[in-house]
């Protein structure tokens, strides 16, 4: 099973609120990424590194933030949540930038904000 | 533009029996094709990838998928179907030839096995 791991795991907020979400892994993978998951829908990429100091914009626009300042550390913030960005958030990671390598994921973020 | 599909939203098989999750997808270069399973409360797991070479490949759990090149096809199958087979199964493509490094998803199918 993969070293990856999401915190926390359900989070019920109200409308305005600065949230992050927490992505760590110990594999020393170079490479992580952020999802968006609807349910019953597919996942759609919202951010990714490539490494530390290094962020890139995914497909589908988000109003939420990332950093990476370390290798095992990837949070995605939310400085002002609204209903419209209930979903389930699965951030993963991949060992090297080679196209071929596949991504292992952490168990999701579902986010409810009322 | 990359694009996966998968057919049918819910598979239900009989334990024993052989599955089969479809998945076509179109990409502009070369396809790097994955299928990944999404258990309740869990994360995806990797099941499978085809990058190069034989069309037959084999991943975990018993699983297999076949590449076809001229149907732009990448089913997932495997010979006889478990209850603990039953989960959410996602088929994902990323073009190997350009730099991109997104790796497109499909919906996903929900395959259940009847006991």
């Known amino acids: 099973e993969a070293d990856i791991y999401q915190t926390p795991r359900y989070l019920v907020i109200g409308t305005g609120k600065k949230i992050t979400l927490e992505c760590s892994q110990t594999?020393?993978?170079?490479?992580m990424y952020w999802y968006q998951q609807d349910p019953g829908m597919e996942l759609h990429l919202i951010h990714y590194?490539?490494?530390?100091?290094?962020?890139e914009k995914g497909d589908l626009s988000s109003e939420s933030t990332v950093s990476r300042i370390r290798t095992e550390h990837f949070p995605l913030t939310l400085e002002s949540a609204r209903p419209s960005h209930t979903s389930q958030y699965l951030c993963?990671?991949?060992?090297?930038?080679?196209?071929?390598?596949?991504?292992?994921f952490g168990p999701g973020t579902r986010l409810t904000v009322l | 533009a990359q694009s996966v599909a998968q057919p049918e939203d819910q598979v239900n098989v009989a334990e024993g029996n052989p599955l089969t999750v479809k998945c076509t997808y179109s990409?502009?270069?070369?396809?790097?094709l994955f299928w990944y399973v999404q258990y309740p409360n869990r994360g995806l797991q990797f099941l499978l990838k085809?990058?190069?070479?034989?069309?037959l490949v084999k991943g975990s759990y018993g699983f297999e998928a076949e590449f076809n090149k001229s149907q732009t096809s990448f089913h997932l199958k495997k010979p006889s179907a478990l209850v603990s087979d039953s989960a959410l199964y996602f088929c994902?493509?990323?073009?190997?030839?350009?730099?991109?490094?997104?790796?497109?998803f499909g919906t996903g199918t929900r395959l259940t096995v009847i006991p």
């Open positions: 590194s490539y490494g530390v100091n290094s962020t």
């Open positions: 990409v502009s270069g070369n396809p790097y």
């Open positions: 594999m020393g993978h170079d490479k």
């Open positions: 993963a990671s991949s060992e090297g930038l080679a196209r071929r390598d596949e991504q292992f």
């Open positions: 994902a493509v990323r073009d190997g030839s350009t730099g991109a490094n997104n790796l497109f």
């Open positions: 085809y990058i190069t070479g034989d069309n």
